[in-house]
């Protein structure tokens, strides 16, 4: 049972959350191709949102080739479907990239600013779209949506980052990868990566069915300095963790708590995301 989880936890809820592939390299053939298209041409008209959560649509009239992206899954994704070419510049991954996708990170221009550059310098790169979180599309950060789109630069939050909703695969993960299709005219292959996804939960879940209890866990972050914090029921994280056949002892996200504290949870197991320095080489060189 144990393997079970764990095994879920890694091959799909965590590449989900970076919203890249699962299990081994063995995608639709020609998912890695360069990109091209026979779709429908421009204009095309994508919803995405603010950093409220408000709704907002943005009609693309070209392919965007210099994008910046401020949200290490995003970039994961870009690399799983061929984008590559079209990141002008990202941050650095909040962990040591998968494997297959090492290499090609190595290639990516990437910021000297771990999380986000200021509003001066994301200006001076000139980008034709900005994919990010949705707490970076505000004024005192990277600037509002409006102000962006009002210079004719589309933005893109990962829907995996908005507040006040609870996010589910459907919602967050699909959508996401399916938004990208649309953008970059690469629908075909966007569907068809979104099936294997399917496919695996299916899978996984199958291999599930004959639990015989829900199995308690938390998803514990660890900060540094003994400093902790825990994903709430309101995560996507939290949404796999029921698909799986797991309860998220966690209601509500804590952060910044010691060790005592999450003692006190007593789960079956811990989902532990660690403390890195991306240390594991310098991207910025």
């Excluded at 949705?134 to 210079?151: A, E, I, K, M």
Aim: hydrophobic share 35%.
């Amino acid at each position: 049972m144990k393997k079970q989880l764990i095994y879920f936890f890694f091959s799909i809820l965590l590449p989900l959350l970076l919203l890249t592939g699962c299990g081994q390299n063995t995608y639709v053939t020609g998912l890695y191709a360069p990109t091209t298209s026979s779709e429908t041409p421009y204009p095309r008209t994508v919803e995405n949102y603010h950093a409220s959560g408000a709704p907002v649509s943005y009609t693309y009239t070209k392919v965007p080739q210099r994008v910046v992206i401020t949200h290490p899954s995003a970039t994961e994704l870009f690399l799983e479907l061929g984008l590559e070419n079209h990141i002008l510049s990202t941050v650095p991954p909040y962990s040591a990239p998968l494997p297959r996708l090492a290499e090609k990170y190595k290639q990516l221009s990437i910021m000297k600013a771990q999380y986000a550059p200021s509003q001066e310098e994301l200006l001076a790169m000139s980008p034709d779209m900005i994919i990010g979180w949705s707490h970076h599309f505000t004024d005192n950060q990277l600037g509002s949506v409006s102000s962006w789109h009002q210079r004719r630069i589309p933005t893109f939050i990962m829907q995996s980052t908005l507040f006040f909703v609870e996010p589910t695969l459907e919602s967050a993960v699909y959508a996401c990868i399916s938004d990208i299709g649309k953008i970059f005219a690469i629908t075909e292959k966007t569907n068809a990566y979104i099936r294997q996804m399917k496919s695996r939960v299916s899978q996984v879940q199958a291999s599930l069915k004959d639990i015989p209890k829900k199995k308690s866990l938390i998803v514990l972050q660890n900060h540094g300095n003994g400093q902790f914090s825990l994903y709430g029921r309101s995560s996507l994280i939290s949404h796999l963790i029921s698909l799986a056949g797991g309860q998220n002892l966690c209601e509500l996200p804590v952060s910044f708590v010691g060790a005592e504290k999450i003692l006190l949870y007593d789960p079956d197991y811990v989902i532990y995301i660690p403390y890195t320095t991306n240390s594991f080489y310098d991207y910025t060189q």
